[in-house]
């Protein structure tokens, strides 16, 4: 009942499990049911009642968990369909994170018409980034903006990691 796209995957971890005496596994797959329909599963089993050539029983559950798959899967499409605009347009974004000032970019890409500073880096590590003529005031309107929940919009220059600056909006 194994989705045959998924049996050698399935199998090998099985094999891998029984071979190292792993206690407990849990593994996401595919079955086909007596129907015919597809349905993505999540299992759990646990190893029990070993002798010298390794465990005699597995015991587990498997949950249907294709409405989360199905989800999975639009997320990722979606997600890959916002990063392709954004690629197109050469916008970006990222967001800070109000507890630990941490900026974080969701859809960085490698492409170069977007500095890449690696997907978490500080604020201060940011502001750093801003043309000295700009940091100012930059810094000075983004804090302001978050402590008052205002919007903030701003034209400044950012420096890429070769060296030079670029007006952003």
Known sequence: F???????????????????????RRERFRIVRPN??????SSYVEFVDEDADGPRKMVGFAIDISDLAEYEER?????????TAYEAAKVWTWRVDLDTWSISRPLQTSDASSPQYGAQQ??????????????????????RCIASGELWEDEFRLRWP?????WIY
């Open 122 to 143: 500080s604020f201060e590590d940011w502001v750093e980034k801003v043309h000295p003529e700009d940091r100012a005031r930059v810094e000075s309107a983004m804090r």
């Open 36 to 41: 015919g329909s597809v349905r993505h599963v």
């Open 2 to 24: 194994v989705h045959p796209d998924d049996r050698t995957r399935v199998e090998s971890v099985l094999a891998e499990c029984i071979r190292t005496r792993v206690q407990q």
């Open 162 to 166: 070769d060296g030079t600056y670029h």
């Open 75 to 83: 997320l990722r499409d979606t997600d890959e369909r916002l990063r």
